[in-house]
């Protein structure tokens, strides 16, 4: 391809709105360009990147016995309440009528399609274990789209759903497609990433993992043991939170004038915030007004809260439902109030300290010497704190970590989540009806586009990994015009392809400096930089992209020497198959 034909035109200074490397990198270098909110069209240059991660997506899905197929991405309302999806997912899944009336969504995820194609086609245990994989749009109405390709509505994803004779048989095929995940991002080029135990979230399920690239701009928050490699999202890890067990002291009343937060109160009353007690309201769909009540040094992780409490939107409580249910916020506890008007979730921490400071439901005053048990019975009890950094290890005891990364891709043991309200079945060896298991594993396309870009890229733009990169070899034609710079650049354009290279030949009559600028931003392994300087002496210039010396070669070796580089280069990913 010549750049003088190529569509996509490079912009010379960052997006305002873009933060991420990835976001900045990809509008500059013209890889994509929004049509609305978290919808992009992708240019050609982004379109061969996004094909190559996808044919390695596909080998790797084939090579643990995958088979292709091509679900639709609407599909009628019918099918989703068979699993009882339709009314439990909420404003993310767009709904719509057709011209005849007939309810129907856009696809998000597929997981009832397949089980409705396997139900039909699946009927025999000698067919299982089976797993059919597509690579397809999908749309979800994201609140908050951001970060380019990180957090988008429309996006292509490969989905697998792979169904089982037994839990056993699909405990063992996810460690298949664990190992197949692995070489996949290896082969895109990453290095830094990791898996984490997750949370099923929509999907279901009782065992999940996510795979996350790491970075300090990652929107997940990770919890990681050194120690003993505990790994989890911060939506379910746990740690067993330091005990204070003290003498129980009486619970009085005590004036805090003007002091509302937990920082404020316990400062005040010269004690650690550790030995406070925070209420948290929230209004939940199905449950109305929601107490949390956990240690004030501590934060509410609304995703174990919304685990806890079951399907429905999840919001912070306004001051006028706090009120209604007899509480004074920022003086709130549940002690001397109605249990009726609200669900009371009381987090562990609470049960294991004693003499805690709790709000007295009345303006500028609190509670001392609060103990749970003897001042305040009933709630639930359940875990929904967020651990820290330095908290101990649930499986060691060790200090944890936090880190930052990004999703990358998921894997979910499913059970009979699907499979057993959609009455998919098998014949086994005896002739009885059985419900098969199921497994699903996803990766976003785009979301590892991008994050390709946010581990291999440098103030200049990306710097691809041949696997992936858009070319393989981009020729730099400096003052076109100029001796016999014009007929050594095509003759190297040429013979590269008659070589099966991929090339990208800049043959515009630009200045150097805009050449290596629009170089930098489309991030091409290798550069052969032809001048008439060069030139002069039967020599061009060969550059690897990322690196700042070069190395000066002949021009009748300078075709044989490239090939040779690209296949070296290329050889080290095909041996990540292995």
């Known amino acids: 391809m010549k750049v003088s034909q190529l569509v996509g035109r490079t912009l010379r200074e960052d997006p305002k709105d873009a933060k991420l490397a990835s976001h900045k990198i990809l509008l500059r270098g013209a890889y994509m360009r929004q049509v609305a909110a978290g919808i992009y069209s992708l240019l050609p240059v982004a379109f061969r990147i996004k094909s190559k991660i996808e044919r390695i997506i596909r080998e790797e899905m084939d090579r643990v016995g995958g088979q292709e197929v091509l679900l639709p991405v609407v599909m009628p309302r019918e099918l989703w309440e068979e699993a009882g999806r339709y009314e439990s997912v909420g404003l993310e899944m767009l709904r719509f009528r057709d011209r005849t009336g007939n309810d129907m969504l856009l696809g998000m995820t597929h997981e009832e399609p397949v089980v409705a194609l396997a139900r039909s086609e699946i009927t025999s245990y000698r067919q299982l274990p089976a797993m059919m994989y597509q690579i397809q749009t999908k749309f979800r109405d994201e609140a908050r789209s951001r970060g380019g390709l990180i957090r988008v509505r429309e996006f292509t994803m490969k989905d697998a759903y792979s169904f089982h004779v037994s839990q056993e048989d699909l405990e063992e095929y996810y460690k298949e497609v664990h190992a197949a995940y692995v070489r996949i991002f290896k082969r895109a080029g990453l290095t830094k990433f990791i898996d984490v135990e997750s949370d099923s979230g929509m999907i279901g399920g009782a065992v999940s993992h996510e795979f996350m690239e790491l970075t300090p701009d990652g929107e997940d928050t990770l919890i990681i043991c050194e120690a003993c490699g505990y790994r989890a999202n911060k939506e379910i890890a746990t740690t067993p939170f330091t005990q204070r067990q003290d003498p129980l002291e009486p619970m009085v009343k005590v004036p805090t004038p003007g002091k509302k937060t937990i920082e404020e109160v316990a400062g005040f009353l010269g004690m650690s915030e550790e030995q406070t007690a925070k209420a948290v309201f929230y209004v939940h769909e199905q449950k109305k007004l929601v107490f949390v009540l956990i240690r004030g040094d501590l934060e509410v992780n609304e995703t174990k809260l919304q685990k806890i409490l079951g399907p429905g939107e999840l919001r912070p409580a306004h001051d006028e439902e706090i009120t209604a249910a007899g509480a004074v916020p920022g003086y709130a506890s549940p002690v001397g109030l109605d249990a009726k008007k609200f669900t009371l979730i009381v987090d562990p921490t609470i049960t294991f300290t004693t003499n805690l400071v709790t709000g007295a439901n009345e303006e500028d005053t609190h509670y001392t010497g609060f103990n749970y048990g003897r001042d305040l019975t009933g709630g639930q009890i359940a875990d ?195």
């Not at 944890?400 to 998919?424: D, H, V, W």
């Not at 007929?487 to 030949?505: D, K």
């Open 384 to 578: 929904v704190a967020v651990p820290r950094e330095g908290d101990p290890c649930p499986s060691c005891g060790a200090g944890l970590t936090i880190s930052r990364g990004i999703e990358i891709g998921n894997i979910f043991q499913l059970g009979a989540k699907y499979s057993e309200p959609m009455n998919c079945r098998y014949l086994d060896e005896n002739g009885k009806s059985q419900t098969p298991v199921m497994g699903c594993y996803g990766i976003g396309v785009g979301r590892l586009l991008a994050s390709v870009i946010e581990e291999c890229h440098d103030d200049y733009g990306p710097v691809w990994p041949i696997s992936v990169a858009p070319y393989q070899v981009q020729i730099n034609s400096l003052d076109m015009k100029k001796g016999d710079v014009a007929e050594v650049s095509e003759h190297l354009y040429e013979a590269l392809l008659a070589e099966g290279i991929e090339v990208l030949w800049d043959d515009r009559n630009e200045k150097a400096g805009v050449q290596f600028n629009d170089a930098d931003l489309r991030g091409i392994p290798f550069r052969l930089v032809v001048s008439p300087r060069n030139l002069q002496s039967g020599e061009i210039e060969f550059k690897i992209r990322g690196t700042k010396d070069g190395e000066r070669w002949k021009i009748s070796e300078a075709v044989e020497k490239c090939v040779k580089k690209v296949r070296e280069a290329l050889a080290v990913y095909d041996n990540m198959q292995a």
